[in-house]
């Protein structure tokens, strides 16, 4: 008997497009909505084996969807599918135990693979994203940002926002002298080359890492 799957995008197109390809893949497809919320009672009432969520929709985003799902401790197992490559979303989702996270960019060549792999129990991301977060585990340490006192973290999203000396001066209303310490203080503290631009680079690359935990 084909598995079941429900299909939540708020794009009746590319809604369609899915199904297509997901009917080709020999799967049932027993339900396609436009709207988060009825997407999620649908899930509730049938409990496919799988179900293909837009990240956003009118009513509930797919990251609620998966959330309440997760608590409800129904047994579907949810793609995410979005054409976003934030990284923080798909680290929310990753963290929620999402089964599978598509771009849609990628979606119609790599949801056969996605499938394929949920079939097996394994859990299928998006390569490019697998990368991209393991390269910023690499560069961003939670422990050595905790380090940081609340005026370094101040000072240090003043640069990620590209602010020059002179600007953070006037915005922390503290001295350029006491800025360019605050500086080097966080390069020590981070373990960063003395190079002038590498306190940069570094809040540039992980900006989205560290204003999620303030």
Known sequence: MPKKIIIADDHPISGKGMEAILKSLGLNVIGLHTNGLRAFND????????????????GMSGLDILEKIRAKNIKTKIIIYTMFTDISIFKQAKELHADGYLLKEFATDDLK??????????????????????????????????????????????????????????????????????????????????????????????????????
């Open 43 to 58: 899930i509730c009432l049938q409990k496919p084996e799988y179900a293909l969520l837009d990240m956003q929709m009118p």
């Open 113 to 214: 693979a996605c499938i394929r792999a949920l079939e097996k129990n394994e859990r299928w991301y998006n390569p490019k994203l697998l990368e991209k977060l393991n390269k910023s585990k690499t560069a961003f340490s939670s422990e050595l940002y905790n380090e940081l006192t609340l005026k370094e973290r101040a000072v240090l999203k003043c640069v990620a926002n590209n602010m020059s000396t002179k600007e953070i001066s006037l915005e922390q209303f503290i001295s350029e002298r006491t800025v360019e310490t605050h500086r080097r203080n966080i390069r020590n503290k981070l373990n960063l080359s003395k190079k002038n631009n590498a306190l940069l680079v570094w809040a540039l690359e992980n900006k989205e890492f560290f204003s999620l935990m303030d």
